[in-house]
């Protein structure tokens, strides 16, 4: 299959939107990262994007909706939901709700729950008007790989596997959205996001964050989200993340484990780079906004160039930090060192 890469403009995004509701697959940007867009309620295409991402079954597809409007047709809303909703969409807040039956088995992989966003980017937004059917996407990478954060990179992932790929520039936010479990007493994060717990509980009085956000599973403990199970965001190098508060004893560890290593490279904060001569190092940014937005690419980067090993300064993992560390830990295999 040819896939054709296009500007998202209002002809792309016709042609996208019949594309959808023909049943195919299109790649398209969010101000998170790039998707790849199926019919929700069609399960042949919810098929064809676990087939095309190589995703296990298992876990199951956020549901990107045009707006709130309407949405009762796929879940059962409530009244702490409905708040999120009015303060944080279109953003990057997912909602679990309880399904309702139009929504297939396979898009929820066999849950009773469902995830729903509102996408913030505009494209995204046009593209689900297109279609005129709720559209389930997931990080448009092949499973395992940092999620796309421009079109390049979902079409080095997706190249030959679907018909299109919408162009709308380098993602704004970087990292995947702020999964929330919203069918108890007290919102829980299952995936910590740019939209913080701070900010959630600041909206509807209290906010928790699962245990497995910043942890491996223990042996036996149920996922509370089933894509926390899966090994993610993986760059091909064997990474390893060093946090702590005095910025010299953590660059101090930090080329310890570099020297020690071939072909290896840094992640580090922008005002560290002095911290390490002429050692091969990439840039993760001034704060974890800006890390948030880096992450994936730089990881990317280090994998075409071939590194082996990768050293990474860790963020404070308050406000948005917790989403960007949430992201390295993954990446790292939880091999972080505290210093
Ligand atoms: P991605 O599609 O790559 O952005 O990943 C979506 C994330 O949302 C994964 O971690 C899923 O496991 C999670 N998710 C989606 N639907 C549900 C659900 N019904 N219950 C729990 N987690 C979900
Ligand atoms: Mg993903």
């Not at 500007?7 to 594309?19: H, Q």
């Not at 979902?154 to 030959?160: A, H, P, Q, S, Y």
């Not at 740019?194 to 996922?223: H, K, Y």
């Not at 990881?299 to 300064?313: F, H, N, P, Q, T």
């Amino acid at each position: 299959m040819l896939t054709q890469l296009l500007w998202a403009d209002d002809t792309a995004i016709r042609v996208g939107g019949e594309l959808i509701a023909e049943g195919k697959l299109v790649g398209f940007p969010t101000e998170t990262v790039y998707g790849l867009g199926g019919n929700a309620l069609d399960a042949e295409a919810v098929r064809a994007i676990f087939a095309a991402k190589g995703r296990p079954a298992d876990n199951p597809l956020i549901v990107h909706v045009a707006d709130a409007e309407g949405i009762d047709a796929f879940c059962v809303p409530n009244p702490t939901a409905e708040r999120l909703m009015e303060a944080f969409w279109p953003g990057p807040l997912t909602l679990l709700l309880p399904k309702k039956e139009v929504i297939p088995d396979v898009t929820t992989a066999g849950l009773g729950t469902v995830a729903l966003r509102c996408p913030k980017h505009p494209a995204a937004r046009a593209l689900i008007r297109a279609a005129r059917v709720p559209v389930a996407a997931p990080s448009g990478n092949r499973s395992g790989r940092p999620s796309p954060t421009t079109a390049r990179h979902m079409l080095e992932d997706m190249n030959g596997l679907i018909p299109l790929i919408l162009d709308g520039g380098p993602c704004s936010v970087g990292v995947e959205s702020t999964v929330l479990d919203v069918t108890g007493q007290v919102p829980v994060i299952l995936r910590p996001g740019e939209v913080t717990r701070e900010q959630i509980a600041e909206t509807v009085g209290d906010c928790r964050v699962a245990g497995s956000v910043m942890r491996p599973l223990r042996e036996g403990e149920a996922a509370p989200s089933p894509g926390m199970k899966h090994r993610h965001y993986a760059p091909k190098g064997k990474m390893t993340v060093v946090r702590g508060r005095d910025a010299e004893k953590v660059a101090a560890r930090v080329r310890e484990l570099y020297d020690a290593s071939e072909n290896a490279c840094i992640l580090c904060h922008l005002d560290h780079m002095r911290l390490y001569g002429d050692r091969r190092k990439e840039n993760l940014g001034a704060d974890p906004e800006e890390g948030a937005h880096l992450l994936f690419a730089a990881l990317r980067k280090m994998d075409d160039m071939g590194v082996e090993r990768i050293i990474a300064e860790g963020w404070d993992e308050a406000g948005v930090g917790l989403a960007v560390m949430n992201r390295m830990a993954r990446a790292a295999a939880f091999d972080m060192e505290e210093v």
